[in-house]
Protein backbone atom coordinates (compact mmCIF):
# COMPACT_ATOMS: atom_id res chain seq x y z
CA UNK A 1 0.00 0.00 0.00
CA UNK A 2 1.33 3.68 -1.22
CA UNK A 3 2.17 5.34 2.24
CA UNK A 4 0.35 9.20 1.59
CA UNK A 5 3.77 11.38 2.08
CA UNK A 6 3.71 14.96 3.88
CA UNK A 7 4.24 16.33 0.35
CA UNK A 8 1.25 14.52 -0.67
CA UNK A 9 -1.23 15.49 2.60
CA UNK A 10 0.06 19.38 1.47
CA UNK A 11 -0.42 19.30 -2.14
CA UNK A 12 -4.13 17.56 -1.50
CA UNK A 13 -5.07 20.55 0.86
CA UNK A 14 -3.85 22.54 -1.54
CA UNK A 15 -5.55 21.25 -4.71
CA UNK A 16 -8.83 21.40 -2.29
CA UNK A 17 -8.89 25.07 -2.08
CA UNK A 18 -9.08 25.49 -5.80
CA UNK A 19 -12.82 24.75 -6.53
CA UNK A 20 -15.46 22.06 -5.13
CA UNK A 21 -14.68 19.83 -8.37
CA UNK A 22 -10.88 19.71 -7.25
CA UNK A 23 -12.37 18.79 -3.67
CA UNK A 24 -14.14 15.93 -4.66
CA UNK A 25 -11.32 14.72 -7.06
CA UNK A 26 -9.43 15.31 -3.94
CA UNK A 27 -10.99 12.36 -1.97
CA UNK A 28 -11.06 10.30 -4.91
CA UNK A 29 -7.46 10.95 -5.26
CA UNK A 30 -6.77 9.95 -1.83
CA UNK A 31 -8.53 6.93 -2.06
CA UNK A 32 -7.31 5.56 -4.58
CA UNK A 33 -3.02 6.62 -3.77
CA UNK A 34 -3.94 5.02 -0.52
CA UNK A 35 -5.32 1.62 -2.01
CA UNK A 36 -2.43 1.86 -4.55
CA UNK A 37 -4.55 1.95 -7.52
CA UNK A 38 -2.05 4.08 -9.65
CA UNK A 39 -3.74 4.19 -12.76
CA UNK A 40 -7.28 5.13 -11.07
CA UNK A 41 -5.06 8.08 -8.98
CA UNK A 42 -3.57 9.78 -12.46
CA UNK A 43 -6.73 9.48 -14.40
CA UNK A 44 -8.44 11.62 -11.28
CA UNK A 45 -5.41 14.10 -11.45
CA UNK A 46 -6.41 14.09 -15.62
CA UNK A 47 -10.12 14.57 -14.78
CA UNK A 48 -9.46 17.80 -12.29
CA UNK A 49 -6.75 19.28 -14.23
CA UNK A 50 -5.84 20.87 -17.80
CA UNK A 51 -5.40 24.15 -19.13
CA UNK A 52 -8.97 24.14 -20.03
CA UNK A 53 -10.15 24.23 -16.70
CA UNK A 54 -7.58 26.81 -15.88
CA UNK A 55 -5.52 24.23 -13.00
CA UNK A 56 -2.74 23.50 -15.15
CA UNK A 57 0.32 24.01 -12.77
CA UNK A 58 -1.78 22.19 -10.07
CA UNK A 59 -2.69 19.89 -12.24
CA UNK A 60 0.76 19.03 -13.49
CA UNK A 61 2.49 19.76 -9.61
CA UNK A 62 -0.24 17.24 -8.51
CA UNK A 63 0.96 14.13 -11.22
CA UNK A 64 4.72 14.94 -10.79
CA UNK A 65 4.11 14.34 -6.82
CA UNK A 66 2.16 11.18 -7.22
CA UNK A 67 4.23 9.52 -10.17
CA UNK A 68 7.63 10.36 -7.55
CA UNK A 69 5.95 8.38 -5.11
CA UNK A 70 4.63 5.46 -7.01
CA UNK A 71 8.23 5.35 -8.43
CA UNK A 72 9.81 5.61 -5.48
CA UNK A 73 7.26 2.88 -3.98
CA UNK A 74 8.19 0.41 -7.07
CA UNK A 75 11.99 1.35 -6.28
CA UNK A 76 11.85 0.14 -2.94
CA UNK A 77 10.18 -3.45 -4.01
CA UNK A 78 12.62 -3.71 -6.93
CA UNK A 79 11.14 -3.42 -9.88
CA UNK A 80 12.87 -1.46 -11.46
CA UNK A 81 11.48 -0.52 -14.98
CA UNK A 82 8.40 0.22 -13.73
CA UNK A 83 10.04 2.38 -10.92
CA UNK A 84 11.84 4.23 -14.15
CA UNK A 85 8.87 4.42 -16.48
CA UNK A 86 7.09 6.44 -13.42
CA UNK A 87 10.41 8.75 -12.83
CA UNK A 88 10.95 9.25 -16.46
CA UNK A 89 7.01 10.44 -16.56
CA UNK A 90 7.72 12.73 -13.80
CA UNK A 91 10.74 14.17 -15.17
CA UNK A 92 8.96 14.99 -18.59
CA UNK A 93 5.84 16.13 -16.61
CA UNK A 94 8.32 18.51 -15.01
CA UNK A 95 10.45 19.66 -18.27
CA UNK A 96 6.59 20.53 -19.96
CA UNK A 97 5.48 22.41 -16.75
CA UNK A 98 9.30 24.53 -16.60
CA UNK A 99 8.25 25.68 -20.37
CA UNK A 100 4.69 26.64 -19.33
CA UNK A 101 5.80 28.69 -16.64
CA UNK A 102 9.22 29.79 -17.77
CA UNK A 103 8.25 33.62 -17.64
CA UNK A 104 7.01 33.01 -13.91
CA UNK A 105 10.26 34.33 -12.51
CA UNK A 106 9.52 33.71 -8.89
CA UNK A 107 8.53 29.76 -9.61
CA UNK A 108 11.69 30.07 -12.01
CA UNK A 109 14.56 28.45 -9.22
CA UNK A 110 12.04 26.40 -7.78
CA UNK A 111 11.76 24.63 -10.95
CA UNK A 112 14.95 24.22 -11.72
CA UNK A 113 16.09 22.79 -8.36
CA UNK A 114 12.75 20.57 -8.30
CA UNK A 115 13.74 19.44 -11.56
CA UNK A 116 17.18 18.36 -10.70
CA UNK A 117 16.07 16.21 -7.79
CA UNK A 118 13.83 14.65 -10.35
CA UNK A 119 16.85 13.81 -12.83
CA UNK A 120 18.73 12.72 -9.30
CA UNK A 121 16.09 10.24 -8.25
CA UNK A 122 16.06 8.84 -11.76
CA UNK A 123 19.84 8.41 -12.48
CA UNK A 124 19.59 6.50 -8.83
CA UNK A 125 17.35 4.30 -10.16
CA UNK A 126 19.39 3.80 -13.60
CA UNK A 127 22.59 3.09 -11.96
CA UNK A 128 20.59 0.59 -9.73
CA UNK A 129 19.12 -0.74 -12.57
CA UNK A 130 22.41 -1.02 -14.43
CA UNK A 131 21.39 0.98 -17.44
CA UNK A 132 24.64 2.95 -17.90
CA UNK A 133 23.82 4.83 -21.09
CA UNK A 134 20.42 6.14 -19.97
CA UNK A 135 22.21 7.59 -17.12
CA UNK A 136 24.63 8.66 -18.74
CA UNK A 137 22.42 11.19 -20.44
CA UNK A 138 20.18 11.97 -17.41
CA UNK A 139 23.63 12.99 -15.72
CA UNK A 140 24.53 14.78 -18.78
CA UNK A 141 21.22 17.08 -18.42
CA UNK A 142 21.75 17.71 -14.76
CA UNK A 143 25.23 18.68 -15.36
CA UNK A 144 23.70 21.25 -18.71
CA UNK A 145 21.49 22.81 -16.07
CA UNK A 146 24.30 22.69 -12.91
CA UNK A 147 27.76 22.42 -14.13
CA UNK A 148 28.91 22.46 -10.24
CA UNK A 149 27.39 19.88 -9.27
CA UNK A 150 29.68 17.39 -7.68
CA UNK A 151 26.79 14.67 -7.52
CA UNK A 152 26.01 14.33 -10.79
CA UNK A 153 29.66 14.48 -12.23
CA UNK A 154 31.16 11.74 -9.99
CA UNK A 155 27.90 9.73 -10.93
CA UNK A 156 28.22 10.23 -14.97
CA UNK A 157 32.19 9.17 -14.30
CA UNK A 158 30.79 5.96 -12.65
CA UNK A 159 28.38 5.76 -15.07
CA UNK A 160 30.63 6.02 -17.94
CA UNK A 161 33.17 3.74 -16.82
CA UNK A 162 30.66 0.72 -16.29
CA UNK A 163 29.09 1.63 -19.79
CA UNK A 164 32.42 1.24 -21.43
CA UNK A 165 33.34 4.73 -21.96
CA UNK A 166 37.34 5.93 -22.17
CA UNK A 167 39.02 5.02 -18.87
CA UNK A 168 40.69 8.52 -18.52
CA UNK A 169 37.86 10.46 -19.54
CA UNK A 170 35.41 8.77 -17.11
CA UNK A 171 38.34 9.04 -14.15
CA UNK A 172 38.57 12.66 -15.39
CA UNK A 173 34.63 12.85 -14.42
CA UNK A 174 35.02 11.72 -11.16
CA UNK A 175 38.11 13.49 -10.64
CA UNK A 176 36.07 16.49 -11.25
CA UNK A 177 33.52 15.91 -9.12
CA UNK A 178 36.48 15.53 -6.08
CA UNK A 179 37.65 19.18 -6.99
CA UNK A 180 34.11 20.79 -6.91
CA UNK A 181 33.71 18.49 -3.69
CA UNK A 182 36.79 17.66 -2.14
CA UNK A 183 35.32 17.59 1.71
CA UNK A 184 32.58 14.84 0.40
CA UNK A 185 33.77 11.15 0.17
CA UNK A 186 31.78 9.98 -2.92
CA UNK A 187 34.21 10.48 -5.72
CA UNK A 188 37.12 8.92 -3.82
CA UNK A 189 35.07 5.99 -3.14
CA UNK A 190 34.03 5.69 -6.84
CA UNK A 191 37.34 6.24 -7.56
CA UNK A 192 38.47 3.21 -5.31
CA UNK A 193 35.75 1.27 -7.20
CA UNK A 194 37.40 1.95 -10.77
CA UNK A 195 41.08 1.56 -9.53
CA UNK A 196 40.13 -1.83 -7.90
CA UNK A 197 38.65 -2.94 -10.81
CA UNK A 198 41.38 -2.06 -13.08
CA UNK A 199 44.02 -4.17 -11.07
CA UNK A 200 45.76 -0.53 -9.51
CA UNK A 201 45.56 -1.70 -5.94
CA UNK A 202 48.18 1.15 -4.61
CA UNK A 203 45.99 3.68 -5.93
CA UNK A 204 42.84 2.22 -4.70
CA UNK A 205 43.94 2.18 -1.27
CA UNK A 206 44.91 5.63 -1.31
CA UNK A 207 41.47 6.47 -2.39
CA UNK A 208 39.52 4.54 0.16
CA UNK A 209 41.91 6.02 2.98
CA UNK A 210 40.88 9.51 2.24
CA UNK A 211 37.52 8.44 1.99
CA UNK A 212 37.19 6.59 4.96
CA UNK A 213 39.05 9.94 6.66
CA UNK A 214 36.11 12.20 6.06
CA UNK A 215 33.54 9.82 6.62
CA UNK A 216 35.10 7.38 9.49
CA UNK A 217 31.43 6.26 10.51
CA UNK A 218 30.48 4.25 7.17
CA UNK A 219 30.95 0.68 6.90
CA UNK A 220 30.50 0.33 3.23
CA UNK A 221 34.03 1.75 3.21
CA UNK A 222 35.83 -0.26 5.32
CA UNK A 223 34.45 -3.10 3.68
CA UNK A 224 35.95 -1.45 0.35
CA UNK A 225 39.21 -1.12 2.01
CA UNK A 226 39.23 -4.67 3.13
CA UNK A 227 38.01 -5.70 -0.72
CA UNK A 228 41.46 -3.89 -1.44
CA UNK A 229 43.53 -5.77 0.34
CA UNK A 230 41.58 -9.09 -0.45
CA UNK A 231 42.21 -8.08 -4.27
CA UNK A 232 45.87 -7.50 -3.65
CA UNK A 233 46.88 -10.61 -1.24
CA UNK A 234 47.18 -9.10 1.78
CA UNK A 235 44.85 -11.16 3.95
CA UNK A 236 46.62 -10.49 7.31
CA UNK A 237 46.09 -7.08 6.60
CA UNK A 238 42.44 -7.73 5.64
CA UNK A 239 41.52 -9.75 8.81
CA UNK A 240 43.27 -6.56 11.05
CA UNK A 241 40.87 -4.46 9.13
CA UNK A 242 37.85 -6.12 9.39
CA UNK A 243 38.21 -7.19 13.36
CA UNK A 244 38.98 -3.96 14.04
CA UNK A 245 35.50 -2.90 11.96
CA UNK A 246 33.26 -5.61 13.80
CA UNK A 247 33.94 -3.60 16.92
CA UNK A 248 32.15 -0.66 15.34
CA UNK A 249 29.80 -3.03 13.28
CA UNK A 250 29.74 -6.20 15.30
CA UNK A 251 26.26 -6.81 13.01
CA UNK A 252 27.24 -6.61 9.84
CA UNK A 253 27.28 -9.61 8.20
CA UNK A 254 29.28 -8.86 4.92
CA UNK A 255 32.32 -8.06 7.49
CA UNK A 256 31.80 -11.97 8.24
CA UNK A 257 31.56 -12.42 4.94
CA UNK A 258 34.83 -11.34 3.61
CA UNK A 259 36.58 -11.99 6.92
CA UNK A 260 35.87 -16.10 5.79
CA UNK A 261 36.90 -15.52 2.38
CA UNK A 262 39.92 -13.68 4.14
CA UNK A 263 40.97 -16.82 5.92
CA UNK A 264 40.19 -19.07 3.40
CA UNK A 265 42.92 -17.45 1.68
CA UNK A 266 45.48 -17.48 4.03
CA UNK A 267 44.54 -21.96 4.56
CA UNK A 268 42.54 -21.49 8.35
CA UNK A 269 39.33 -23.36 7.59
CA UNK A 270 38.76 -23.49 11.01
CA UNK A 271 38.30 -19.66 11.38
CA UNK A 272 37.00 -19.39 8.25
CA UNK A 273 33.95 -21.70 9.02
CA UNK A 274 33.15 -19.87 12.46
CA UNK A 275 33.12 -16.55 10.16
CA UNK A 276 30.72 -17.53 7.22
CA UNK A 277 28.74 -19.49 9.48
CA UNK A 278 28.23 -16.14 11.55
CA UNK A 279 27.46 -14.26 7.87
CA UNK A 280 24.54 -16.74 7.43
CA UNK A 281 23.05 -16.50 11.11
CA UNK A 282 23.01 -12.77 10.24
CA UNK A 283 22.15 -12.02 6.54
CA UNK A 284 21.53 -15.96 5.28
CA UNK A 285 17.97 -15.97 3.96
CA UNK A 286 18.14 -14.21 0.80
CA UNK A 287 22.43 -13.94 0.28
CA UNK A 288 23.03 -16.61 -2.48
CA UNK A 289 26.58 -15.65 -2.17
CA UNK A 290 27.00 -16.75 0.96
CA UNK A 291 25.48 -20.10 0.65
CA UNK A 292 27.84 -20.50 -2.25
CA UNK A 293 31.20 -19.52 0.30
CA UNK A 294 29.86 -21.72 3.03
CA UNK A 295 30.16 -24.56 0.56
CA UNK A 296 33.22 -24.13 -1.15
CA UNK A 297 34.73 -23.55 3.34
CA UNK A 298 32.92 -26.56 3.53
CA UNK A 299 34.01 -28.65 0.79
CA UNK A 300 37.46 -27.30 2.03
CA UNK A 301 36.75 -28.63 5.54
CA UNK A 302 35.58 -32.01 4.56
CA UNK A 303 32.39 -31.76 5.50
CA UNK A 304 30.42 -33.23 2.38
CA UNK A 305 27.18 -33.18 3.42
CA UNK A 306 27.07 -29.42 4.60
CA UNK A 307 28.81 -28.46 1.77
CA UNK A 308 25.98 -30.34 -0.59
CA UNK A 309 23.67 -28.67 1.90
CA UNK A 310 24.99 -24.92 1.29
CA UNK A 311 25.29 -25.12 -2.27
CA UNK A 312 21.66 -26.57 -2.75
CA UNK A 313 20.67 -23.90 -0.83
CA UNK A 314 22.28 -21.01 -2.89
CA UNK A 315 20.29 -22.82 -5.69
CA UNK A 316 17.19 -22.72 -3.91
CA UNK A 317 17.41 -19.09 -3.64
CA UNK A 318 15.50 -16.96 -6.69
CA UNK A 319 16.81 -13.92 -8.12
CA UNK A 320 17.43 -12.71 -11.95
CA UNK A 321 20.95 -11.23 -10.85
CA UNK A 322 22.28 -14.62 -9.51
CA UNK A 323 23.02 -16.19 -12.55
CA UNK A 324 27.52 -16.62 -12.07
CA UNK A 325 26.22 -17.91 -7.97
CA UNK A 326 23.94 -20.33 -9.64
CA UNK A 327 26.96 -21.63 -11.86
CA UNK A 328 29.36 -21.62 -8.95
CA UNK A 329 26.75 -23.64 -6.54
CA UNK A 330 26.40 -26.42 -9.66
CA UNK A 331 30.33 -26.32 -10.21
CA UNK A 332 30.60 -26.95 -6.38
CA UNK A 333 28.10 -29.99 -6.29
CA UNK A 334 29.66 -31.35 -9.88
CA UNK A 335 33.23 -31.50 -7.68
CA UNK A 336 31.14 -33.25 -4.64
CA UNK A 337 30.03 -35.77 -7.08
CA UNK A 338 33.51 -36.56 -8.56
CA UNK A 339 35.34 -36.80 -4.90
CA UNK A 340 32.79 -39.44 -4.53
CA UNK A 341 34.49 -39.37 -0.64
CA UNK A 342 32.59 -41.46 2.05
CA UNK A 343 30.41 -38.88 4.04
CA UNK A 344 32.33 -37.68 7.04
CA UNK A 345 30.92 -37.27 10.40
CA UNK A 346 30.21 -34.26 11.25
CA UNK A 347 31.74 -31.99 13.05
Do not use: C
Not at 20 to 36: D, E, K, L, P, Y
Not at 170 to 189: A, F, T, V
Not at 314 to 325: F, Q, V, Y
Amino acid sequence: MLVMTASLWSLRGNVMTKSFRANQGAVVFTRAAISGKTRDALLVVDQIGGKQHGYFFWHSYWRIIFLLEAGKRAANERRWEESIRYIQAAHDEDYQRDNDHSNRGYLKGALIRKANVLRHNLGDLLLGGRRWHEAIIIYKDIISVSPKDSVARAYLGWAMYKGGKPLNDSIKQIRYSILLSPEYELGYRLLAHVYLNEGKYTEAEIMVQKAIALAPNLAHLQALWAEILLAKGDEMRAVDVLTKALVRFPENAYFYYLLALAYEKQGDVAHAVIAIEKALMLDGASNVWYWVRAGKIYELDKQVRKASFAYQKALSIEDSSNGSAWNAAREGLSRLELMRLEPIPQK
